[in-house]
């Protein structure tokens, strides 16, 4: 086995975790989210507008028809008025014109608060959709920084690994296996040289019996660090 062979492929692997970790916390990928949401409330927005908009509209067309029965209604009895004498029968027809008359003027009042209500909405739902295209801009620029800078990454990233390949490729089987096997067990390095008398990996200072131990044992899986159990290249 040849566990300096491992050094540069353990570097590839760290420059490949770093550029994943990049990846996933670019600052386009916030800004589009961002982006997104706000096109998304303006769009529901306008949705919300409009659908009060038509259920005005169905409201006010159905208060209009109330009215014009009222009106249909109160002309027939003033018709009627004319020609009944009896004093009793007058009073009543004047007690449902006015009933008529009091409730033709609630619709009246609920016709004008719902076309109130109307103009408000009309001048919101203006300003909702002269934002919508800044919105849908927006949302568009940014997804296609987040695409470009993705891109830049991955091509980092491609690079990386076909580095990793090349690496792995100089290294012998054995060695690799036993790599992987330790890195996958540890959050430190896997492989280290002993530098200044520490081991690079956990830079515990390792004594010069301890090093004359491991040297002993060069290249094969007892040469391990006594503290952090990495490969030691020594
Ligand atoms: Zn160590």
């Known amino acids: 086995m040849d566990f300096r062979s491992l050094l540069p492929l353990q570097a590839t692997d760290l420059r490949i975790s770093q550029l994943e970790h990049r990846r996933a916390q670019l600052p386009e990928h916030a800004a589009t989210t961002t982006a997104q949401k706000a096109l998304a409330a303006v769009?529901?927005?306008?949705?919300?507008?409009?659908?009060r908009r038509a259920e005005i509209?169905?409201?006010i067309e159905q208060l209009e028809k109330r009215g014009k029965e009222l009106d249909a209604r109160r002309a027939k009895y003033e018709n009627q008025l004319k020609s009944v004498v009896v004093m009793r029968e007058v009073e009543a027809l004047?007690?449902?014109?006015?009933?008529?008359n009091a409730e033709h003027s609630t619709l009246d009042d609920a016709e004008l608060a719902l076309l109130e209500e109307s103009e408000a909405l009309d001048k919101s739902l203006t300003e909702a959709?002269?934002?919508l295209p800044r919105r849908e801009a927006d949302a568009i620029d940014t997804a296609a920084r987040l695409a470009s800078a993705l891109a830049a990454v991955d091509a980092d990233l491609a690079a990386a690994r076909d580095e990793r390949a090349r690496s792995a490729g100089s290294s012998d089987a054995e060695s690799l296996a036993l790599y992987e096997q330790i890195r996958n067990r540890m959050s430190s390095a896997a492989v280290a040289e002993v530098a200044k008398g520490s081991c690079a990996g956990c830079h515990t200072s390792i004594s010069p019996k301890e090093q004359a131990d491991i040297k002993?044992?060069?290249?094969t899986s007892d040469a391990r660090c006594p503290y952090c159990g990495c490969l030691l290249v020594v």
């Open 43 to 51: 769009e529901a927005e306008v949705k919300r507008l409009e659908q």
């Open 129 to 131: 959709r002269d934002v």
């Open 216 to 219: 002993r044992v060069a290249d």
């Open 57 to 59: 509209s169905v409201e």
């Open 94 to 100: 004047q007690h449902e014109i006015a009933t008529i």
